[in-house]
């Protein structure tokens, strides 16, 4: 589904990706990619949606160079994003700003993410004016209008309660077995990734540091010394 080939980033001096090898398996899996703060894993997501270039490497997507597309491409060929920030619009009604997205996608099965997101009691609210939990449902219910075959999220869990987020991310791994998806999903809440996830991956420092399945990563004593011991 997504091949990251030696893939790096700069900024200035900071080396934000650094050689970056990850490969995302076909459909009904959700990929975890956790790590400290700094790094690399937004800039990660925002190579492999297009809104950065990197310095290095390539993004195949279904057998595909597609590191030098654009962010409106990819979304139109099935890679789709919710963000780190909720990236909804505060003054818009829920509903309105699906409708938005799905007349600009130009999908009409809007009932089906309402449904699979349970929005339909806040549908006439002002984004603004939902509790936070809620709004990141809206924000991956955007991301899911157009049927995406690969959804990518940063960290749908931040601001909620670890519970909410569990069950978020519940949420999410029958939503991607049920409709046969490829997710890959940013947290920093690593119960919840263990619990749900299929694959895990490792950043540190913008290198790859480990891939494999939650107790591989979970024992790995290298995950343990850059990351889950502090995290613990
Ligand atoms: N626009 C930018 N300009 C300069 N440096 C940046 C920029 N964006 C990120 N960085 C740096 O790149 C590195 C990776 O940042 P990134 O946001 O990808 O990390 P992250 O893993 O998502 O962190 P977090 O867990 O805090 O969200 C950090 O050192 C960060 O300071
Ligand atoms: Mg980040």
Known sequence: MLEIANLSVSYGRVRALDGVEIAIKGAGALHGIIGPNGAGKSTLLDVVTGRRS?????VR????????????????HGMARSFQRTSIFQDLTVREQLTLIARHLGDDRLGDVIEVMNLGDCLDEKAGRIAYGVQRRVDVALALIGRPELLLMD???AGLSAEETLNLF????????????????VEHDVDAVFACCDVVTVLDLGRHLATGAPAEIRADARVIAAYLGSAA
């Open 54 to 58: 990197p310095s290095g490497g390539a």
């Open 61 to 76: 997507y279904r057998g595909k160079d597609v590191t030098r597309k654009s962010v409106a491409w990819r979304r139109r």
């Open 155 to 157: 960290e749908p869990g």
């Open 170 to 185: 519940l949420h999410l791994r029958d939503l991607v077995r049920d409709r046969g998806m490829a997710a890959v999903v």
